[in-house]
Structure formats: C-alpha cells, structure tokens
C-alpha cells in the first residue's frame, strides 16, 4: 500500500512539473521597486511578426483592446493610453517618429531614449509599458489526415521601462497555445500511402469541421491575462 502511495506521489510531483508556467519568464532590475510606480503610459503595441504572416497587422489591432480591457481591472496603477502616447510623439517628433522608435527596438537597439524623455517631459509618468508580440502562428491540419490538429499560438512580451534611462526595469514574457479537436475515429475511410489514414471529408457528423484552428483572441486573452497579472501588486509600507 505504502509503495502505491508513494508511486501515486511521484506520478503527481512529475506532472506538476512538466506542467507549463505562465508567465514562462519574469526579469526584474535589482533597482526597481514597483512601489514607486504609480502613472503608467502604455505604449502602442509593437509586432515582430513578419507582414507574410500578419499582414493585416492583426496581432497590433486585437493585442491592443484586450491587453487595455485587462489593465483597466487593475486599480493599483494609473495607466495612460496608448493614444496620449501617439498624441506626444506625433505633436513633438513628428508623424513618422513612432516608426523611428519601432525600428529602434525591434532592431535590438532597446528604447528610444531621446523619445522616451521627451514623452516623460509632456506627460506625468513613471515608466513606460511596451507591449511586444513575438509569435503569431496558426498551423491549419490536413482533414485527410487522422491523428492531427489544427493549433493557435500566440506569444508576447510586457516591458517596463525607465523614461529617464531607456532601461527595461520589469519584463515578463508569455507564450500558449489551443490545439483543435483531433479526427474522429468513425470517419476514417481507407489507409492511404505513407501510413497515413484518410478521411472520407474534414465535416464531421455534427455539420462542423473538427481541423479548424481556434481564432487568435482565445490564445491571445490567456496570454495577455497571465502577462498583465503579473505586473507586481503595490506593497503596503
């Protein structure tokens, strides 16, 4: 009894394990303190995704409205919209200067510091929140093929940054993923060449294709919900 306990156990503690983490990573400057923060001007969302992938820009547009939903849930920050953001820019730099300072970072060259001073000289801030996405991705399975699924992923990048500086003082990354229902059994026809088995249709009994992958906002909330919990909470002095 006690060896089935004990084997019961360490199936548990091997799972926990192999369980994933979210956020998958959090970086913190030594010389950061969250509590004093307090205004937050939240950057446009910057994308890495190539426009092959994303050419509508989709992964700017839909990570935009859920990540303001979910910081307007936490009452422990001001946070400043990203339009008061383009309004500095745009009024002090000019109208391609938000260009200027995406090419900047996603050049590997970090922050803007001449920008991100001139937007901390005509606004009230503290730090600065860009928002990055880095994974946007959805793999469409074959319907002919059993044994498959059709997979979303998404994965991002939070940043807290020193306007003074330019220096990220806070970061958190995050990535995940919904796999589509998988082939159902009953409607495998024949095997085909290559060892792979062939459906008669991607429909199903139901009227509804199993293979579709799920839309990027049901990846993306999971993502922006673990990434924006945990922005560090106010600590009581």
């Not at 950057?43 to 990540?67: C, F, H, N, Q, Y």
């Not at 005509?122 to 860009?130: A, E, F, M, P, S």
Request: with cysteine; net charge negative; charged share 25%.
């Amino acid at each position: 009894m006690k060896k089935i306990l004990l084997s019961s156990l360490s199936v548990l503690v091997v799972l926990s394990a192999c369980r994933a983490q979210h956020p998958a990573s959090i970086k913190v400057d030594p010389e950061f303190d969250a509590n004093e923060v307090r205004r937050v001007l939240v950057a446009p969302v910057i994308s890495s995704v190539p426009r092959g992938v994303d050419p509508e820009r989709r992964s700017e547009i839909l990570t935009r409205k859920i990540l303001w939903e979910n910081l307007t849930h936490r009452d422990d920050y001001i946070f400043i919209s990203q339009q008061q953001f383009m309004v500095v820019l745009n009024r002090e730099a000019g109208i391609d200067a938000f260009r200027s300072f995406r090419d900047h970072w996603l050049e590997g060259q970090g922050a803007d510091v001449s920008m991100t001073r001139l937007l901390s000289e005509n606004l009230d801030i503290d730090t600065i929140l860009l928002p990055e996405v880095y994974l946007w991705h959805k793999d469409e399975a074959d319907y002919r093929e059993s044994g498959t699924a059709s997979t979303t992923q998404v994965g991002m990048k939070l940043h807290f940054i020193d306007p003074l500086s330019g220096r990220v003082l806070w970061e958190a990354t995050d990535e995940n993923y919904l796999e589509g229902v998988r082939t159902e059994g009953n409607r495998v026809e024949v095997v085909g060449s290559g060892g792979y088995d062939r459906r008669i249709s991607g429909i199903t009994a139901t009227g509804k294709d199993m293979y579709s992958a799920h839309p990027f906002e049901s990846v993306l909330v999971k993502v922006v919900e673990s990434l924006v919990g945990a922005i560090p909470d106010h600590s009581l002095k």
